[in-house]
T-cell receptor
Framework: DAKTTQPPSMDCAEGRAANLPCNHSTISGNEYVYWYRQIHSQGPQYIIHGLKNNETNEMASLIITEDRKSSTLILPHATLRDTAVYYCIVRVARFGPGTRLSVLP | GAVVSQHPSRVICKSGTSVKIECRSLDFQATTMFWYRQFPKQSLMLMATSNEGSKATYEQGVEKDKFLINHASLTLSTLTVTSAHPEDSSFYIC??????????????FGPGTRLTVL
């Protein structure tokens, strides 16, 4: 039980912002929201995580709703190399199906 | 971020043989390591969780006698696929987690091992 729901796939134009949603309506008060991505045939790569405040790093921004039941990962200027499967995780080590993001030229 | 390595990156073996995959945390002490299996176009499926110095906890449906996990030190865990068969062909990924701190739940992933059983 991954406890998260994500759209199976999304497309984004190169250079535009990619907004990837995640629903985690049963998240517990002490559970963090983690985002990873996996490029084909590689191990997952950490992107960002947060508890209740919005977070930003060099890769992305994470927006968490006030009730913490959903979040959005934002890649501000998507490139072709951002094409990957993106996973939102709230329960340690449990991966859902993720979102397959295709960045199109 | 912390670095986790896996060896080998690829292995091809004959049916009935055993294969050992190593997972090492190179620059931190991993109190917990996770082993995953991933089939094409599917998500990562957690196989087992191992804590240093204790027996691994296997997920439902994973045969502990077939997938032997050893986590004898804070930097090394091994997965042995015993009597491998073609249906065991998959991409095996390990991840490691540190002992405590703000990033306690952050997992550091290895690059994966592609196992092909002929």
């Amino acid at each position: 039980d991954a406890k998260t729901t994500q759209p199976p796939s999304m497309d984004c134009a190169e250079g535009r912002a990619a907004n990837l949603p995640c629903n985690h309506s049963t998240i517990s008060g002490n559970e963090y929201v983690y985002w990873y991505r996996q490029i084909h045939s590689q191990g997952p790569q950490y992107i960002i995580h947060g508890l209740k405040n919005n977070e930003t790093n060099e890769m992305a921004s994470l927006i968490i709703t006030e009730d913490r039941k959903s979040s959005t990962l934002i890649l501000p200027h998507a490139t072709l190399r951002d094409t990957a499967v993106y996973y939102c995780i709230v329960r340690v080590a449990r991966f859902g199906p993720g979102t397959r993001l295709s960045v199109l030229p | 971020g912390a670095v986790v390595s896996q060896h080998p990156s690829r292995v091809i073996c004959k049916s009935g043989t055993s294969v050992k995959i190593e997972c090492r945390s190179l620059d931190f002490q991993a109190t917990t390591m996770f082993w995953y299996r991933q089939f094409p176009k599917q998500s990562l499926m957690l196989m087992a969780t191992s804590n240093e110095g204790s027996k691994a906890t296997y997920e439902q449906g994973v045969e502990k006698d077939k997938f032997l996990i050893n986590h004898a030190s804070l930097t090394l865990s091994t997965l042995t696929v015993t009597s491998a068969h073609p249906e065991d062909s998959s991409f095996y990924i390990c991840s490691a987690r540190g002992a405590s701190g703000r990033n306690y739940n952050e997992q550091f992933f290895g690059p994966g091992t592609r196992l092909t059983v002929l």
